[in-house]
């Protein structure tokens, strides 16, 4: 396994884990966040890409609730909390 450049990380980062029972790793997934998403919606054309956003653009969040409502930081989140 590779050293991830730290600079490339975040503290935004979601990292995940799937284990088996026996302790062998499944899979590690993270959601990177990219520099710049202070004061952006999740909806915001100016704001930054995620880097899925890169590979597959964003057209398949037309389908999401309320983009333009939650925080970029935290989508799960309204921009008022």
Known sequence: MVREDA??????????LAIDTDGGLLT?????????LAGHTYGSSERPDFPCEE???RGWQ????????CRATNAGSSPDS
């Open 7 to 16: 600079k490339g990380v975040h503290e935004g980062d979601i990292h995940g």
């Open 28 to 36: 590690y997934l993270t959601l990177k966040q990219p520099d710049g």
């Open 55 to 57: 590979v597959h653009g």
């Open 62 to 69: 037309d389908c999401s609730l309320e983009p333009q409502t």
